[in-house]
């Protein structure tokens, strides 16, 4: 059983991503889903589809690649189950100078910080991607 599975998934993307892999499956959640709609939205990657595999749900994500040039550089999970981390609008982080993304959940779902901003609301960090 994992404890964090949204920190599993962003260490799967970053050890897939530093083999260059095509593809990589985690174990499915609507949460992850998510995340997942956010990173193809922002151009992180390629695109997903949830597929079953031995009678479980898994996301298939396809990593994108410039050449041999990676476009994930880095991906971190902020907000932890010992430590969450909140953000109101005023102190929202700005990932890489502007160059990564936030992602934010909100009272009305997931969305990046730029969303968040534009919207006017707060809530927990989860994670940055640049």
């Known amino acids: 059983m994992v404890t964090d599975p949204i920190a599993d998934m962003f260490t799967c993307i970053r050890n897939a991503n530093a083999k260059l892999h095509?593809?990589?499956?985690?174990?499915?959640?609507?949460?992850?889903?998510?995340?997942?709609d956010i990173l193809k939205k922002e151009g992180f990657i390629t695109s997903y589809k949830k597929i079953e595999v031995n009678k479980k749900s898994t996301l298939r994500i396809f990593l994108k690649y410039h050449g041999k040039e990676t476009v994930i550089k880095g991906i971190k999970r902020v907000s932890k189950p010992g430590l969450r981390i909140y953000k109101s609008v005023e102190d929202m982080p700005k990932v890489r100078s502007g160059m990564g993304v936030a992602i934010i959940s909100t009272s009305q779902g997931l969305m990046t910080d730029w969303q968040a901003k534009k919207n006017n609301i707060g809530g927990e960090v989860l994670g940055y991607i640049w």
Request: proline letters at 7%; hydrophobic letters at 45%.
């Open 22 to 36: 095509e593809k990589l499956d985690v174990p499915a959640s609507i949460i992850k889903e998510k995340i997942l």
